[in-house]
């Protein structure tokens, strides 16, 4: 189960001036998967994040952190329930269908619109903890937007954030050993971020086709070491 946003989705990932989903790098990832016999679903929408609604406001924020607020992680948009009658992810639509992983795309719509730094923080923790209740077995991946290194367009503060985040879930459940960040690392989100009309669109934020294709091998990479992980494997 990806998790994300428009970068999520491929937006501007475009061959022959037509946008073409399938080259986006949860795509690419995707299609890796099948061949190993695990099906993929991606929930993501334009403009979305932790406390974020996308779409123009249409879709819930992935995980608002606030009472009575409605929130994407445990329903399809906003109407129906992902959760079964023990509370659990249901990827299939019955008991005992909880995903294998969860990899949350999520921190770049925040950041580059000034979000809140520590309800980022607590959002994404707090997210971290209710997936683990839901999904007691499955491996979460917290990815680093690829862009966020590249301080013009993402302050220095979020990438900060997000590491602090994650190490907080990390601190606070010691034995929880299902948890992996994915990051490609400073020179790439570098090279991709800085090369406008090569490998990202001109907002410095979304990747183009040939980004993706950079990207999508790193993250494939980090699911492929859990894959092969001793502690647990799929």
């Given at each position: 189960?990806v ?13 022959g ?12 990832v995707a ?26 406001g ?51 719509n ?15 923790v ?35 954030a997000?590491?602090?985040?994650f ?17 490609i ?8 971020t ?23 091998p ?17």
């Open positions: 189960m998790v994300g946003s428009s970068r999520t989705e491929g937006l501007n990932a475009i061959v001036g037509v946008q073409d989903w399938t080259k986006d790098y949860s795509a690419l299609n890796v998967l099948l061949s190993q016999g695990i099906d993929t679903c991606v929930s993501a929408c334009s403009g979305s994040d932790y406390l974020i609604a996308g779409d123009g249409q879709v819930p924020a992935y995980y608002p952190n606030a009472a009575g607020q409605t929130a994407r992680w445990n329903v399809i948009d906003s109407g129906v329930s992902l959760l079964d009658s023990n509370s659990h992810i249901s990827a299939y639509g019955s008991t005992n269908t909880e995903p294998k992983a969860i990899a949350l795309d999520l921190f770049s925040g950041a580059t619109t000034g979000g809140d730094v520590t309800a980022m923080k607590a959002a994404m707090a997210c971290m903890k209710a997936l683990r209740g839901a999904a007691p077995n499955a491996w979460i991946f917290i990815i680093v937007p690829s862009g966020f290194y590249y301080v013009p367009t993402y302050p220095a503060e979020y990438l900060t997000l590491n602090d985040a190490s907080s879930y990390q601190s606070a459940n010691p034995s929880d050993g299902r948890v992996q960040l994915i990051d690392g400073h020179d790439l989100s570098m090279r991709i800085s090369a406008v009309d090569l490998y990202v669109n001109e907002d410095h934020v979304h990747p183009l086709e040939a980004g993706h294709a950079l990207i999508a790193v993250i494939m990479s980090g699911i492929q070491g859990a894959l092969s992980s001793p502690t647990y494997q799929f």
